[in-house]
């Protein structure tokens, strides 16, 4: 065990907490204890990282470290702060930490008044096994807010799992989520939608996102290797607005909201396709029309 780095306790073994627990540990951070709701989570979690002290008491757990993790859910960060401020777990020296892209480190004011400095730490990850976890956390872009000091701390933490740390205001938080949402979430919200639009042609579901995941996989390499906006490819990058009137026609036996989706988004596309350069003004003012009007095609 490496003790020049500071020392950690974790607070809610979960999918989170537990990754960034042992990426922090494989990084030569002691965990000095690990707190959840259940005994069994804490159990789990300390096994994985050589936590010497599992406990249900928060605070006691926070009292053993130099850096406290919050790595509970959202809707429970503020309540559990105060939790452990009220059992006095909090001191002077410590960096307190929560994970939550949505919420700001004022969620931590309780340790804040018992002197400690506070963060938001977001990974921008996806963390669902705790080994998995761990291995996509290094390396990986991290969002930090909060005060200069607890940033400075947060920096060489990131540092040490080999990422990237990004800083932000806490008023732009909620839109530096609602970005993220729209990046993940909606990529999930968009297969669906492709499915649903596959069905009418005998594609069976399961088939259908099989077929689909390779495509997907391939528009992310192109994001990867190009970037923005020259990853985009199809028809409207084309400028074949032929080709955009079949598929209008095809659909108008669909649900509203899917033409009502492909249509917007097919105006996006048209900016991003005229950003890269390759459509021109006319051949885009067809393609705007046509998505504009579709039920007069
Ligand atoms: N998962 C992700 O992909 C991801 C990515 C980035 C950030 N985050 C953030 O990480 C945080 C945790 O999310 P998660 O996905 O890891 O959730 P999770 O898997 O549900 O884990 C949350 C853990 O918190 C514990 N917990 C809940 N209420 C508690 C309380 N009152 N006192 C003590 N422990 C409590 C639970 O303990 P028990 O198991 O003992 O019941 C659970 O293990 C959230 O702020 C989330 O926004 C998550």
Known sequence: MNNEKPS????????????????????????HAVASRSEASAQRCASLVDAPRT?????????????????T?????????????RGNGFSGYQLVLHLSGALGAEELQSARDCGAITLSFH?????????????????????LEG???????????VS????????????????????????SNYLIVLQDMAVRM??????????????????????VDNLLHSGLPHALTG??????????????????????DLVALYQSLGIEAVRVAREKGNLNPADARDILILLEAPNQV
């Open 8 to 31: 950690i306790s974790i607070i809610g073994a979960g999918a989170a907490g537990t990754a960034l627990a042992i990426a922090l540990h494989r990084k030569g951070y002691p965990i």
């Open 123 to 143: 990974p921008i990850q996806t963390l669902s096994d705790p080994q998995k976890g761990a291995e996509l956390l290094i390396g990986s872009y991290f969002c």
């Open 147 to 157: 005060e200069r000091a607890a940033i400075e701390r947060g920096q060489a933490l």
């Open 235 to 256: 028809p409207i990058s084309r400028g074949d607005s032929q080709t955009l009137e079949s598929h209008l026609r095809a659909m108008s036996a669909l649900p509203k």
């Open 198 to 219: 596959l069905e009418p042609t005998g594609i069976p579901r399961e088939q259908a996102l099989k077929a689909l995941l390779p495509l997907i996989q391939g528009s």
């Open 160 to 183: 040490d799992l080999n990422g990237t740390a990004l800083v932000i205001s806490d008023q732009d938080k909620a839109l530096y989520h609602a970005a993220l949402c729209m990046a």
């Open 73 to 85: 859910p959202d809707g429970a960060i503020r309540q559990v702060c105060e939790q452990i401020a």
């Open 55 to 71: 406990t249900t008491d928060l605070a006691l757990a926070a009292q053993s470290s130099e850096v406290v993790i919050i790595a």
